[in-house]
Structures are given as C-alpha cells and as structure tokens.
C-alpha cells in the first residue's frame, strides 16, 4: 500500500513556542491531505483539509491562526501549532489518498506534549 | 452531514473465536464507502478493509469481513480466527463527500484479545 510518512513522532515543547509537523507521502502524490486530532480515548477530529497550492480548509471551531497549514508541494503537507499551550498536548495525525474515494493513509501520528 | 456511531466501547473475546464489531451509518448520499481502521497501542492507523455502497457483495480480506447491510445502515466488521495481535482500538469510517475523501469517524470500539 501507499506510504504517508509523518514526523516527528514525538515531540514536547515549552508553553508559547511553536512545533512544526510534517507529512509525506513517499510513493504518491496527494493533491489533499487531511489532518486529524485525537483526544484520548476518543475518535479522530478532522481538524482541516490541505490542499496543494491554496488555502487549507478548516472545520468549524478549529482555529485557523494557531494551526497554520501549509501544503508546499504534492508529496508535503505542514502543520504548525503556534504558541503552543499544554491544551494543545494531543495526538495529531495525517491522512493522504491516491485515489479519489479509495482508503486513506495515515501517518504514524505525532504525539504532542507541550509543558 | 454523516454520522457514525460504534456502540461497544470496549470487548474482550477469547483467543481464536471471531468477533463481531458493530458500526451503523447515517447518510443521505447516494453513494459512499465505508472503511474500517485498527488503531495498535503505538498510534498508527492502519487500513483494514473498505466496502463501496454500491457493492452487492460483502467485502472480504484475509481474516477480516464486512458484514454490509444497507437497508439497516449497517457495516459490521468480522474478524475470524482472533489473535492476541488483534488487541486494538478499531474505527469505522465513511466517506464524507464522494470524491472529497473526507473521513468520518466513529468513536471507535477496544478490542482486547484474551490468551
């Protein structure tokens, strides 16, 4: 299957700084990718679609100028929590398919933590 | 907009009987797929299996089914034959928009295999 690479795995960060995040697709090109947070024991949260050469779209109640989105090339798409608060500690996790509507590819998530 | 709802929060079954995870959709698409993710103690999402709304017959891989039945709005998984591997978180998903690859998730169910 088609491989989406997502890094860091890991990552804790003071309160107020920035973290970037990346995703790939390695073997495909994703004109969308999405991405998604996960509270714990909970279901994954579209947070916004990204799509090469625009303006990601955001679902409501996500904020647009803490999680900037910018999607530079066909195989990369960038997420980065901005002056980041310890509410912001979750699991986030990326998303590309190759195919309109077939599966979708997940990184392996990035676990957050800031303190 | 869609909606799943996956009502088994958790379930414990016995090494080698097969399990039955339930999933029911809300849609008013004509046309969506529905997917299934296992999601293992390290984050990643992993791909499963995936049944279009179209497909008359059941989808099939390996030791995972799709029990589909549209009139109920249902899209079971069956895992035959469990393994101690099988312990994981398990999503259903569907397609939000056909041709927009947006995912819906349901809350998910923790499968834990029992030696």
């Known amino acids: 299957g088609a491989v989406v690479s997502q890094h860091p795995s890991r990552v804790i960060c003071k309160s107020g700084t920035s973290v970037k995040i990346e995703c790939r697709s390695l073997d495909f090109q994703a004109t969308t990718m999405f991405w998604y947070r996960q509270f714990p024991k909970k279901s994954l949260m579209l947070m916004a679609t990204?799509?090469?050469?625009?303006?990601?779209?955001?679902e409501q109640g996500v904020e647009k100028d803490k999680f900037l989105i910018n999607h530079a090339s066909l195989t990369l798409s960038t997420l980065t929590v901005t002056s980041a608060h310890p509410e912001d500690s979750s699991f986030y996790i990326c998303?590309?398919?190759?195919?309109?509507?077939?599966?979708?590819?997940f990184g392996q998530g990035t676990r957050l933590t800031v303190v | 907009a869609q909606k799943i709802t996956q009502t088994q929060p958790g379930m414990f079954v016995q090494e080698k009987e097969a399990v039955t995870l339930d999933c029911t959709y809300d849609t008013s698409d004509q046309s969506y797929g529905l997917f299934w993710y296992k999601q293992p103690s390290s984050g990643e999402m992993i791909f499963l299996i995936y049944q279009g709304s179209y497909d008359e017959q059941n989808a099939t891989e390996g030791r995972y089914s799709l029990n589909f039945q549209k009139a109920r709005k249902s899209a079971n998984l069956v895992i035959s034959a469990s393994q101690l591997g099988d312990s994981a978180m398990y999503f259903c998903a569907s397609l939000s928009n056909f041709g927009n690859e947006k995912l819906t998730f349901g809350t998910g169910t923790r499968l834990t295999i029992i030696p």
């Open positions: 998303s590309a398919s190759y195919r309109p509507n077939t599966e979708a590819f």
């Open positions: 990204s799509n090469e050469g625009s303006k990601a779209t955001y």
